[in-house]
C-alpha cells in the first residue's frame, strides 16, 4: 500500500509540475528593463549631452547634473543658442536662482545684466510645435494612453510626444528641460533654463519651448532648498547654488565626457515595459491600474555599458 501511494504522488507531481504559489511572479518595470537584450538599447551622442557642473555641497561633494538635448524636429532655435551659450561659457559663475516646490528648478543670471553671445537666434512662437510627416502620423497613439491635454500621446525616438490634429509636441514630464521667458511674443532666448522637479505642468505645453530633459543628477536641483521669495525664487545671493560650469560633453576631455543610452521605443522590451507601468501585475500589487499618464511611462536610460 505504501508503495502504491508514493507511486500516486509521483504521477500526480507529473501531472502537476507546478503549484500556483511555485509560479514564477510577473516581472516588474524595472526587471523587463534589466532583462533587455544589448541592440535594444540606442547611444545618445555627446554631441547631445549638456554637462552642468554645481558648487560642490556642503561636505565638498560633486555636483553634476546631465542634460540630453532634444534632437530634430524640435526647439532647434533654442537648441542652436544653447550650443552658443555653452561655447560661449556663458554660464560659468551663473546660479540656480530658483526652486518652487512641486514646480521647477530654475538657472541663469539673477542679475539679467550679463551680456549675451553674439548671434543668438530669435525663435517664433509657432516654434513651439511641429507638424506631423505624413509617414509617422499613424503611429503616434500606439501606446493607447487616454491624456487629458491632447488627442494621442506616445513615446517617439525615445521623447514622450503629443498630437492633436497634425501638429505635435514635446511635453512636461519630471526632468524635462524648457527655456524661461517673459511675456509673449517674448520666447525666450535659452540663457535662462529650467526642470521640472514636481508634478508634470502640462498646462505649459505649446506655452514654453522644451529643449531636453535631465537624465542624471536630478537629484542635485530636486533636494535644493525651496526659494522664499515669490516663485520660488531665491531672496539673496547667499541662497543660490553657483554653476562652475556648463559644457557640451564633446568639449570635455574624451576620458570623461558621459557616456549614456536609452531603451528603444521600438524595442520588444519597450512594449512590456510600458505595459507593466501600465498594468503592475509584480507580488506588490493588488489592483493594476489599467493605464498610465504618458509621464509614467518614462524612457529608460542607463550608463552604457563598458
Not at 557640451?248 to 521605443?265: G, H
Amino acid at each position: 500500500m505504501k508503495h502504491l501511494l508514493l507511486s500516486a504522488a509521483a504521477a500526480l507531481s507529473l501531472a502537476f509540475p507546478l503549484h500556483a504559489q511555485d509560479a514564477a511572479p510577473p516581472p516588474s518595470p524595472g526587471e523587463i528593463v534589466d532583462a533587455a537584450k544589448p541592440d535594444e538599447w540606442v547611444p545618445i551622442a555627446a554631441s547631445d549631452l549638456l554637462v552642468m557642473d554645481l558648487a560642490p555641497d556642503a561636505n565638498g561633494k560633486a555636483r553634476r547634473v546631465v542634460i540630453q538635448l532634444m534632437p530634430a524636429p524640435f526647439s532647434q532655435g533654442w537648441i542652436g543658442n544653447i550650443r552658443k551659450l555653452a561655447a560661449a561659457r556663458w554660464w560659468d559663475g551663473t546660479s540656480i536662482n530658483r526652486v518652487q516646490d512641486n514646480y521647477v528648478a530654475q538657472w541663469g543670471d539673477a542679475t539679467e545684466k550679463k551680456p549675451l553671445p553674439q548671434g543668438l537666434a530669435t525663435v517664433p512662437e509657432g516654434d513651439y510645435v511641429q507638424r506631423v510627416p505624413a509617414a509617422e502620423e499613424a503611429q503616434l497613439g500606439r501606446l493607447r494612453l487616454i491624456d487629458a491635454y491632447a488627442e494621442a500621446v506616445d513615446v517617439e525616438g525615445g521623447w514622450p510626444l503629443a498630437q492633436s490634429g497634425d501638429l505635435y509636441w514635446p511635453v512636461h514630464c519630471y526632468g524635462m528641460v524648457g527655456v524661461g521667458r517673459n511675456l509673449s511674443p517674448d520666447t525666450g532666448t535659452g540663457a535662462e533654463l529650467y526642470t521640472v522637479i514636481g508634478h508634470a505642468p502640462r498646462h505649459l505645453d505649446r506655452n514654453i519651448a522644451l529643449v531636453g530633459r535631465v537624465i542624471s543628477g536630478i537629484e542635485h536641483l530636486s533636494s535644493l532648498p525651496r526659494g522664499t521669495g515669490a516663485l520660488g525664487f531665491y531672496a539673496t545671493e547667499a541662497e543660490r547654488v553657483p554653476i562652475a560650469s556648463i559644457r557640451i560633453a564633446t568639449d570635455l576631455p574624451p576620458a570623461v565626457q558621459p557616456k549614456f543610452e536609452y531603451l528603444s521605443a521600438d524595442s520588444a522590451s519597450f512594449a512590456k515595459y510600458a505595459d507593466a507601468r501600465a498594468n503592475r501585475r509584480d507580488p506588490f500589487f493588488i489592483k493594476p491600474a489599467g493605464g498610465a499618464d504618458i509621464c509614467n511611462v518614462p524612457v529608460p536610460v542607463r550608463v552604457r555599458p563598458k
